[in-house]
């Protein structure tokens, strides 16, 4: 556990650095507000901060920049935390109070509502498929052999797949369907469905068919936005491939969220999330929830030298929100 004066100079340096990304020095950090004491002070205390691994010289002649140890610390020992400004609070309401449309839609336009209030690449995952139940189904007829089955989820987003029969079917049939369907599916999840037979061949391949295909979609919904901006946020061009790469997959990006949240953190930074490629970045990530039940999460991924009050304070004000609107139906 570092002392009071190591901790205020720590956390000097950290500010100091994700301000200007320039190596910090001495002199500088004296002058700092709760610090006061000399150069020479603080040479000595950065030299053992050194030492202990929160801050490293990358040259000789060089000031210091923190480490991921470094960051860490000073995440865990936040004095406050951080703290939209009104204009920017003001922005998320004006945004949520306008959102309309279906889930789908207002989660990207979350996504890029998160890199433009951070300058960070964002990430919003919707509620995870086995999370969503059945509100209602309806099979509409589109030709004698084609129909249309929508299904409203309990999440608020609206499935719709184009299904197409091997025989002509009826009208009628597509309405006997949807009833059955509804009977049978109404408050549960599409995942996993298993229909009790209606007694009627024909339909039971009828709603066979349906529930086949909405539950070919049935992928957790991954949003992001800002991407374009890591670029800007490394000077090594073969770091900024790799970084961009990586984010193309986004099965590594829900991946990469699921285990930390599983792992109980709000930030990972640096190589503290496992994922080699992105080890030159940090995550902050808050839960969405709606009726105390997590339906999703907001998060900005960004270099290890990113403002983390201001990315906390973020992702808490929009998770928030969204819950709320999600929870609104």
């Known amino acids: 556990m570092l002392d009071e004066r190591k901790t205020a100079i720590l956390r000097a340096v950290v500010q100091e650095y994700i301000g200007t990304g320039q190596p910090v020095g001495s002199t500088h950090i004296a002058n700092a507000p709760g610090v006061s004491v000399s150069s020479a002070t603080v040479r000595n205390?950065?030299?053992?901060?050194?030492?202990?691994?929160?801050l490293v010289q990358p040259h000789t002649s060089a000031g210091r920049v923190p480490t991921d140890k470094g960051y860490r610390f000073f995440v865990d020992h936040?004095?406050?935390?951080?703290?939209?400004?009104?204009?920017?609070v003001n922005q998320v309401r004006q945004f949520f109070d306008g959102a309309h449309g279906r889930v789908e839609e207002l989660l990207g336009r979350t996504s890029h509502l998160v890199a433009g209030l951070t300058n960070y690449a964002s990430v919003i995952l919707g509620p995870a498929a086995e999370q969503a139940t059945v509100r209602s189904?309806?099979?509409v007829s589109l030709s004698s052999r084609a129909a249309m089955v929508v299904a409203v989820l309990s999440n608020g987003s609206v499935e719709s797949q184009k299904v197409e029969f091997d025989v002509d079917v009826?009208?009628?049939?597509?309405?006997?369907a949807t009833a059955h369907l509804q009977k049978e599916l109404g408050g549960r999840s599409l995942v996993g469905a298993m229909l009790a037979g209606s007694g009627d061949d024909e339909i039971d391949a009828i709603c066979g068919r349906a529930v086949e295909a909405l539950t070919r979609t049935d992928e957790d919904p991954v949003f992001m936005g800002g991407v374009s901006s890591m670029a800007a946020a490394f000077d090594?061009?073969?770091?900024v491939r790799q970084v961009l790469q990586t984010l193309e997959q986004q099965y590594l990006v829900v991946s990469l969220v699921r285990d930390i949240l599983n792992r109980g953190l709000s930030v990972a930074i640096g190589a503290e999330h496992g994922v080699e490629p992105l080890a030159s970045c940090?995550?902050?990530?808050?839960?969405v929830?709606?009726?105390g039940q997590q339906m999703g999460t907001v998060g900005v991924l960004g270099p290890t030298r990113m403002d983390y009050p201001q990315a906390l304070a973020t992702v808490e004000v929009v998770s928030d929100r969204l819950g709320r609107r999600l929870g609104e139906g």
């Open 236 to 239: 090594a061009v073969d770091v």
């Open 137 to 139: 189904m309806q099979m």
């Open 45 to 54: 205390e950065m030299a053992v901060l050194e030492q202990e691994g929160y």
């Open 78 to 88: 936040l004095t406050q935390p951080g703290r939209l400004d009104d204009t920017k």
């Open 282 to 287: 940090s995550v902050v990530l808050a839960p």
């Open 170 to 176: 009826a009208e009628s049939r597509c309405v006997t």
């Open 289 to 291: 929830m709606v009726d």
